[in-house]
C-alpha cells in the first residue's frame, strides 16, 4: 500500500541541471531516513546522498558540491537537485525510505521505481 513515486529524470547536457522529486504516498505513520542511489548497467547500485527526517545530509565524494538534497515532510517528499552535471552522471536513479506504515508500525526500506538520467558530452 506504501509506495515511493519519482519524477524528473530526463535528457540534459554536460554543465547542465535537472531537479529529481519522490514523493511517498499510502497509509503512512512515519518517514525516517530518505536517500538515492544511482545505477549504470553492469555494474553496482552506488550510493548518491542521503537525508534524515531532522534535515542533516550526506552525499557520495563523487557529487559533493554539485548535488543538493533536501526534503518536505509535510509533502513526505525529497527532492535532488543536480547541477553541473557530467557525462559520468548519466545512470538510473533511485530514490528509498523508511517508512513505518500506519497500521503496522513496522519500519521497511521502500524503493522507487527508477528515473534515466542522461547527460550527453
Known amino acids: 500500500q506504501v509506495q515511493l513515486v519519482e519524477s524528473g529524470g530526463g535528457l540534459v547536457q554536460a554543465g547542465g541541471s535537472l531537479r529529481l522529486s519522490c514523493g511517498a504516498s499510502?497509509?503512512?505513520?512515519?518517514?525516517?531516513?530518505m536517500g538515492w542511489y544511482r545505477q549504470v548497467p553492469g555494474k553496482q547500485r552506488e550510493f548518491v546522498a542521503n537525508?534524515?527526517?531532522?534535515?542533516?545530509?550526506k552525499y557520495a565524494d563523487s557529487v559533493k558540491g554539485r548535488f543538493t538534497i533536501s526534503r518536505d515532510n509535510a509533502k513526505n517528499t525529497m527532492y535532488l537537485q543536480m547541477n553541473s552535471l557530467k557525462f559520468e552522471d548519466t545512470a538510473v536513479y533511485y530514490c528509498?525510505?523508511?517508512?513505518?506504515?500506519?497500521?503496522?508500525?513496522?519500519?521497511?526500506?521502500?524503493w522507487g521505481q527508477g528515473t534515466q538520467v542522461s547527460v550527453s558530452s
Open positions: 499510502g497509509s503512512i505513520f512515519s518517514i525516517g531516513l
Open positions: 528509498n525510505a523508511v517508512i513505518s506504515g500506519d497500521s503496522s508500525r513496522t519500519a521497511r526500506l521502500y
Open positions: 537525508t534524515a527526517s531532522g534535515g542533516s545530509t
